[in-house]
Every structure is written in structure tokens, then in C-alpha cells.
């Protein structure tokens, strides 16, 4: 089985900065694209943040410029760097995984993390 196991939400003021981890472990074959969504309430998930294996990124235009994404390989761990947050930063953030596992090879699957709440408030 995979899982993928996130840590690091909690509450901050705007202006403040967090740091999200989430570490995928089990059966793994090999990892694609690891990234961040979001949900707040009453709205749809959106992506924040996708990182490939190869360290090419992709960021929503509301984070450009205060979030930062990246990866350990070796570690099959993803990051995000949140700085200068704000409260519409609020949401419950999602972990995902683009992976093969060793039971699915050849085929590439998505999964997910449980969630971790950020809030933002003074």
C-alpha cells in the first residue's frame, strides 16, 4: 500500500510563514509529479503547486512570488515554503502523488494525502 502522510499546517498571522511536508511511503516504483492543492470552504480544490521529477515547477498565479515547492527524490518527499501569507490562504491543503507502484507497474496512478489545515488570521 502507498500512503502519503503530510505535516507542518496550523495557524499563523498574515505575513507569516509555514512550511508544509508530505512524505510518500509504501510500495513505490517510482514517483512522476508530486504537488499541493487546496480547498477552502465552499470552493473546489485548486492546484497550488506541482513539482516533476525533474524539478520543473508549476505555481497558481495567487502564490507566484510567496510559495515555494520542491522535493527530496532520495527521500520521496515533497515541501512547500509558504511566506507572506494571507487570510485567503485559508484552506485545507492536499498532498498528491502521480505514482507507479509496484503492484500497478507499468501504470501511474494519483494519490492523496489526508489533508492539513492552514489558517490564516490575526
Known amino acids: 500500500q502507498v500512503q502519503l502522510v503530510e505535516s507542518g499546517g496550523g495557524l499563523v498571522q498574515p505575513g507569516g510563514s509555514l512550511r508544509l511536508s508530505c512524505a510518500a511511503s509504501?510500495?513505490?516504483?517510482?514517483?512522476?509529479?508530486m504537488g499541493w492543492y487546496r480547498q477552502a470552504p465552499g470552493k473546489q480544490r485548486e492546484l497550488v503547486a506541482a513539482?516533476?521529477?525533474?524539478?520543473?515547477?508549476n505555481y497558481a498565479d495567487s502564490v507566484k512570488g510567496r510559495f515555494t515547492i520542491s522535493r527530496d527524490n532520495a527521500k520521496n518527499t515533497v515541501y512547500l515554503q509558504m511566506n507572506s501569507l494571507k487570510p485567503e490562504d485559508t484552506a485545507v491543503y492536499y498532498c498528491?502523488?502521480?505514482?507507479?507502484?509496484?503492484?500497478?507497474?507499468?501504470?501511474?496512478?494519483?494519490?492523496w494525502g489526508q489533508g492539513t489545515q492552514v489558517t490564516v488570521s490575526s
Open positions: 513539482i516533476t521529477s525533474g524539478g520543473s515547477t
Open positions: 509504501g510500495s513505490i516504483f517510482s514517483i512522476n509529479a
Open positions: 498528491n502523488a502521480v505514482l507507479t507502484s509496484v503492484d500497478s507497474w507499468p501504470d501511474k496512478y494519483d494519490y
